[in-house]
């Protein structure tokens, strides 16, 4: 009796040690596939971003979401489950939208583009040749090599500023308002943007706009 019954249970999903695949055809595809990966996202993170920006804080977040994006997508794709890749893109990229705390857009620009290269690799299929994959990642690190170091010559940051000169916000003191911003800050200013205004304490929210790139005061070069 009990063996009759036996043979109406799903034997092929018990888990046995004749029934582990230790290593499969893919299994080289997947080492390969990851040194493509880490490599670009180093040339991407440590070279592109860290140079710029001088931020040691999303190195770390950088590298290991590519790292699980990676993961995450080879294997939803070695399971070939449709729905589940769905949902497990979808998770991905949720990342960038509920996100607890807000990131500046150049962060987040990158950001996504640590995703999207670790998903391009991770989901290429096998008619896709290495030389492709390849170039396809060189495009892209190439491309934002142009826009970092060519294109945009220059990067304009911004500092918010409690302000309690009341008395220089009005329009016609506008260039005592920068002068003054200057003498403080140590920054040569673009320009300045008022804010919320606090008439009952007598202060003000200053935004002013500098170029990072230029002076050593940025918030791209705190550690």
């Keep these: 009796m009990l063996n009759n019954l036996l043979l109406f249970l799903p034997l092929k999903k018990i888990i046995s040690p004749n029934t582990i695949t230790w290593f499969s055809e893919d299994f080289y595809g997947l080492l390969i596939r990851l040194g493509i990966n880490l490599f670009f996202l180093t040339i991407l993170i440590r070279v592109l971003y860290y140079s710029k920006t001088k931020r040691k804080d999303y190195l770390f977040t950088y590298y290991l979401i590519g790292t699980i994006t990676f993961f995450l997508c080879f294997g939803l794709m070695q399971m070939d489950i449709d729905t589940g890749m769905g949902l497990g893109l979808f998770a991905i990229f949720g990342i960038i939208r509920y996100r607890t705390d807000a990131i500046e857009i150049k962060e987040m620009t990158y950001l996504f583009m640590v995703i999207g290269v670790s998903v391009i690799n991770a989901l290429a299929s096998n008619d896709l040749s290495i030389s492709e994959v390849g170039v396809i990642n060189i495009s892209i690190i190439l491309l934002t090599?142009?826009?970092?170091?060519?294109?945009?010559?220059?990067?304009?940051?911004?500092?918010?500023?409690?302000?309690?000169?009341?008395?220089?916000i009005k329009p016609e003191n506008y260039e005592l308002l920068r002068a003054d911003l200057e003498k403080r800050t140590g920054l040569s200013i673009n320009r300045v943007e008022v804010g919320k205004i606090d008439f009952l304490n007598d202060t003000a929210m200053v935004r002013i706009f500098y170029y990072a790139d230029d002076q050593a005061f940025s918030d791209y070069h705190q550690n």
């Design 145 to 168: 090599f142009l826009l970092e170091n060519i294109w945009l010559m220059k990067h304009e940051t911004r500092k918010t500023i409690n302000y309690e000169r009341i008395d220089l």
